[in-house]
């Protein structure tokens, strides 16, 4: 494989292992980019994202612009790094023009979907969320568009009716370091993308967290492994909001959100959802059973 001069483009721990693959790969990386540090943790101190951390651990260069649009000598200085291609790996700032089109071979986005299915922020909760029974990786040559690219390689990654976004999260990070390399190493032919088959994965939000008991327990099991570890999922328990870690759709029926049975059964839309794992505020994340013995919740009450 020819050694290319590459920029590397990423932040949260998902781009890590393309950042890491291709360094193995002898290509020489000749600038990280990522998000600027930001407050962390309960403390709130000012920690690298994960892209960084590794970067600098590898001796690589680190840039963290905190805006590219309008950053003109930002955009200058990419130019002038005489890149072969940029990779792309769930940076969070969008690129100008001129910065898409500076790099000889263009740049290559690590999409963690099969597109155009679920363009945008959160593809892979977005595909939990709906119950998809795959989702992948997509290999992308960079337009101006929201994910619109022509297609380079994908990949398809297997969705079970347990899966979690934390399990699939990995996976997909690895499938994109090995496919990133193939499209270095193969130049595949771009394939265009069909817009009228796509679909969209706006940001998520706090609100996204509210768990609405008229939907059926399958669509609220598929939000609970979807929306973990944020923004999480959570209902309202007694005046206070209680957090739905883990669950499973069992056969049961009552008025939506009604406590059905002494081991949190809740009544759905159509079908009941058992909680298996959940959290008081304040309080530690634990078995349904063990919150229950420290928390009165009587059949037919209600939850919202």
């Avoid at 309008?70 to 002038?80: I, N, S, T, V």
């Avoid at 790094?81 to 969008?94: H, N, T």
């Avoid at 008991?213 to 609970?224: G, K, M």
């Amino acid at each position: 494989m020819n050694r290319l001069r590459l920029a590397f483009m990423g932040s949260p721990e998902f781009a890590v292992p393309a950042l890491r693959a291709l360094h193995a790969a002898g290509h020489d990386i000749v600038a990280v980019y990522t998000q600027a540090p930001k407050p962390a943790g309960r403390g709130h101190a000012v920690r690298p994202c994960a892209v960084q951390a590794a970067a600098e651990a590898l001796g690589l260069a680190v840039r963290t612009p905190r805006g590219l649009r309008r950053d003109l000598a930002e955009q200058e200085h990419f130019a002038g790094l005489g890149l072969d291609a940029a990779v792309v790996a769930a940076y969070g700032l969008i690129l100008p023009p001129a910065m898409l089109a500076a790099p000889r071979a263009g740049c290559l986005n690590i999409h963690a979907s099969l597109l155009p299915r679920w363009r945008g922020a959160a593809p892979v909760q977005a595909a939990i969320r709906a119950g998809d029974a795959e989702t992948g990786i997509t290999i992308m040559r960079m337009d101006e568009g929201l994910d619109t690219g022509a297609m380079l390689l994908s990949e398809a990654v297997p969705i079970t009716d347990r899966t979690t976004t934390p399990d699939l999260l990995p996976v997909l990070a690895g499938l994109g370091a090995a496919l990133v390399l193939r499209a270095l190493a193969q130049n595949p032919t771009p394939v265009p993308q069909d817009p009228a088959r796509a679909t969209y994965a706006p940001k998520l939000s706090r609100a996204d967290a509210r768990v609405d008991w008229t939907l059926p327990a399958d669509a609220i099991d598929c939000q609970v492994r979807a929306l973990t570890p944020w923004p999480g999922t959570e209902t309202l328990l007694n005046g206070g909001v209680l957090k739905i870690l883990a669950a499973e759709p069992v056969p049961g029926a009552g008025p939506p959100g009604t406590v059905l049975d002494d081991a949190l059964c809740i009544a759905c839309g159509s079908g009941a959802l058992r909680l298996t794992r959940v959290q008081a505020p304040g309080k530690p994340a634990m078995a349904a059973a063990d919150f229950l013995r420290g928390h009165a919740v009587p059949v037919g009450n209600r939850l919202g």
